[in-house]
């Protein structure tokens, strides 16, 4: 069953000051798409540059451009190269998303206690949800719904296509709030949930708060090493998420 955001005006009874920006981290955090993401990627890139690049490489807490960028460098290709390429691989990354998720080949599902948490900060009026998140925006958004959650809940977005480095995003999120919502937020009411060490260290520069989550490749004592604001072993318990959360 599909989530949907409640609609309210949060400027409505609190002031800036008492209002959290929380951004999720996409796959691995939110969801699993049992692998669609990378199969995706990797027929993309043999279609446009003839191999799929290192298969050791770890797409996790990379966006989506910076994978193409990274495994293409490796490969011996330029930048300028990949530049020119980059439009094109991306639609064909997407094309590979729409067939993987229509064809039911992969499973595409929220995580355990998802959908709870995120009705539960829905409700609140002095909270914003938002996305921080290395996939393109249009990847983001079909990932999202193939798992039942409705991607306009989230009212303040940063994708990879807004920038290809991932410290970059928290940055840009922060501005949206303001320039979309009127809201200024300030750098340490920003929370940034994810399930890489990625996540932990990209708002770093702004202040923001990071919770890590178990939920990805990482374990509890992986993710802790970074010294996020704190660390859950998954999001399935919501009166324990929310408290974190409020409390950061």
């Not at 993987?100 to 992969?106: A, L």
């Not at 996939?135 to 989230?154: H, Q, S």
């Not at 010294?227 to 409390?247: C, F, N, R, W």
Request: negative net charge; charged residues 25%; hydrophobic residues 40%.
């Amino acid at each position: 069953m599909a989530v949907g955001w409640c609609g309210d005006d949060h400027r409505r009874s609190f002031p800036d000051e008492d209002m959290r920006l929380v951004l999720f981290d996409i796959d691995g955090t939110l969801l699993s798409s049992g692998g669609l993401g990378k199969a995706s990627m990797q027929r993309a890139l043999t279609e446009v540059f003839g191999s799929p690049g290192d298969p050791a490489y770890r797409y996790d807490g990379k966006t989506d451009k910076q994978i193409v960028r990274d495994v293409m460098r490796m490969a011996g290709h330029s930048d300028p190269h990949i530049d020119a390429k980059m439009e094109r691989l991306i639609e064909l990354y997407l094309d590979g998303l729409y067939a993987g998720i229509e064809s039911g080949k992969f499973s595409v599902t929220p995580l355990d206690g998802v959908n709870a948490l995120l009705a539960a900060l829905g409700a609140r009026k002095d909270v914003v949800l938002g996305l921080l998140t290395g996939n393109v925006e249009t990847g983001a958004r079909a990932k999202l719904t193939a798992a039942g959650i409705e991607p306009e809940m989230f009212r303040v977005n940063a994708f990879g296509s807004d920038h290809e480095l991932r410290p970059e995003l928290p940055a840009i999120a922060q501005r949206r709030a303001s320039e979309k919502l009127g809201l200024s937020i300030a750098g340490d009411r920003v929370i940034v949930i994810g399930d890489t060490p990625a996540d932990i260290q990209c708002g770093r520069a702004l202040g923001a708060r990071a919770i890590g989550v178990a939920s990805g490749q990482y374990t509890v004592e992986q993710l802790r090493e970074h010294e996020p604001y704190a660390v859950l072993p998954s999001l399935g318990d919501t009166v324990a998420a929310m408290k974190t959360i409020l409390d950061a």
